[in-house]
T-cell receptor, first 117, second 117 residues
Framework: AQTVTQSQPEMSVQEAETVTLSCTYD???????LFWYKQPPSRQMILVIR??????QNATENRFSVNFQKAAKSFSLKISDSQLGDTAMYFC??????????????FGSGTRLSIRP | NAGVTQTPKFQVLKTGQSMTLQCAQD?????MSWYRQDPGMGLRLIHY???????DQGEVPNGYNVSRSTTEDFPLRLLSAAPSQTSVYFC????????????????FGQGTRLTVV
């Protein structure tokens, strides 16, 4: 069974700083997807970034980028030039490709990120 | 642009009461799922469905029932509420098959905060 581990329950950084959130996962699959979801105080779950395991290039979305280390089963999220609006709970998640059968999204326990003014 | 609509947003139940959390999506997604979110545990899958008439259990199904009579709706029933079911509940929908990365995104409702006293 797949597992996702986020070892940092809480983090706090100053506005404009760069912060890295850690995530490790365990799987025997070779092809899969990894995600970072953001949950602000509004409770809404928002997809921040996704990575396909068969792509070696790290995904980037504006100020958000990942460091995907497949052999180490590590998937960290880097937020550059952090903003007050980045304050949220961040969840790392794993999913096998969904071809002929249902594939579930497995979530980590989350990291609560606070951006200080 | 409704996306995934969950009702109610908040609910207080007495132990032993039953209720139904409603979830509806207008994106013609085959795959729908229910998660519960508890502090320090991330999101855990309760039940999921890959299409009308097809449901299956997730990680924590006990005490919950689901049915899927239409593509759009996926209600979650609490048969006899217990304090251990106090949680935030999320409904999510996505395409059933994720052959392309762009098809992998799960869309979430805004959550239901349920308190069982």
């Amino acid at each position: 069974a797949q597992t996702v581990t986020q070892s940092q329950p809480e983090m706090s950084v100053q506005e404009a700083e760069t912060v890295t959130l850690s995530c490790t996962y365990d799987t025997s699959e070779n092809n899969y997807y990894l995600f970072w979801y953001k949950q602000p105080p509004s409770r809404q779950m928002i997809l921040v970034i996704r990575q396909e395991a068969y792509k070696q290039q790290n995904a980037t979305e504006n100020r958000f980028s990942v460091n995907f280390q497949k052999a180490a089963k590590s998937f960290s999220l880097k937020i550059s030039d952090s903003q007050l609006g980045d304050t949220a709970m961040y969840f790392c998640a794993f999913m096998k490709p969904r071809y002929s059968s249902a594939s579930k999204i497995i979530f980590g326990s989350g990291t609560r990120l606070s951006i200080r003014p | 642009n409704a996306g995934v609509t969950q009702t109610p947003k908040f609910q207080v139940l007495k132990t032993g009461q039953s209720m139904t959390l409603q979830c509806a999506q207008d994106m013609n997604h085959e795959y729908m799922s229910w998660y519960r979110q508890d502090p320090g545990m991330g999101l855990r899958l309760i039940h999921y469905s890959v299409g009308a008439g097809i449901t299956d259990q997730g990680e924590v199904p006990n005490g919950y029932n689901v049915s899927r009579s239409t593509t759009e709706d996926f209600p979650l029933r609490l048969l006899s509420a217990a304090p251990s079911q106090t949680s935030v509940y999320f409904c999510a929908s996505s395409l059933r098959y994720s052959g392309r990365a762009g098809n992998t995104e799960a869309f979430f409702g805004q959550g239901t905060r349920l308190t069982v006293v």
